[in-house]
Antibody
């Protein structure tokens, strides 16, 4: 059974930083791209970032490029999202997801809430 | 990276069929057969219902089906049930990013 578990989010001040992690199990991790998706309160889904199975290719939404960094550790079956220069508009539930072929969000974690506020 | 366009809401009575549309461009929906559909109940994570336009993952009811014509994809729910009341999102692979999501559709069972 595929299982994706995000680390706890939390409350961060504007301009602050936070690193999310996602622990994966139930599939051969290094064979699959991984993706972070977020959902602001009461809003729709927004793609944030994706990383290839090897970690050699990374992709970012314009809204986070230059502030967020995605990475993975295939020895630990984990993917990370480092978030810097956080803004109020980054407040959202962040989900990690694995891929299936060119479907970059297939199985999803339960999500973790990140609140950016002073 | 503009969101795909979905109707804000769709409703139907139990037992009826409803269809949700997802409109994009030739750079996303129309250019690739990599459209997925997700169901999301309040406070829960999305669950994939359809991938690659019309493939249904194991465990998903055969009342859910997907199709595509040109730049528009569709999700049809037949034999509507109370448990189908949820938000539904489409997504597509694109020429400029791995994935873009639709604006979301709230399905109400009357």
């Amino acid at each position: 059974e595929v299982r994706l578990v995000e680390s706890a989010g939390g409350l961060v001040q504007p301009g602050g930083s936070l690193r999310l992690s996602c622990a994966a199990s139930g599939f051969t991790f290094n064979n699959y791209a991984m993706t972070w998706v977020r959902q602001a309160p009461g809003k729709g889904l927004e793609w944030v970032s994706s990383i290839s199975g090897s970690g050699g290719s990374t992709y970012y939404a314009d809204s986070v490029r230059g502030r967020f960094t995605i990475s993975r550790d295939n020895s630990k079956d984990a993917v990370y999202l480092r978030m810097n220069s956080l803004r109020a508009e980054d407040t959202a539930v962040y989900f990690c997801a694995n891929s299936r072929g060119y479907s970059y969000a297939y199985n999803w974690g339960q999500g973790t809430l990140v609140t950016v506020s002073s | 990276q503009s969101a795909l366009t979905q109707p804000a809401s769709v409703s139907g009575s139990p037992g009826q069929s409803i269809t949700i549309s997802c409109s994009g461009t030739s750079s996303d929906v129309g250019g690739y057969n990599y459209v997925s559909w997700y169901q999301q109940h309040p406070g829960k994570a999305p669950q994939v219902m359809i991938s690659d336009v019309s493939d249904r993952p194991s465990g998903v009811s055969n009342r859910f089906s997907g199709s595509k014509s040109g730049n528009t994809a569709s999700l049809t729910i037949s034999g509507l049930q109370a448990e189908d009341e949820a938000d539904y999102y489409c997504s597509s692979y694109t020429s400029s990013s791995p994935i873009v999501f639709g604006t979301g559709t709230k399905v109400t069972v009357l």
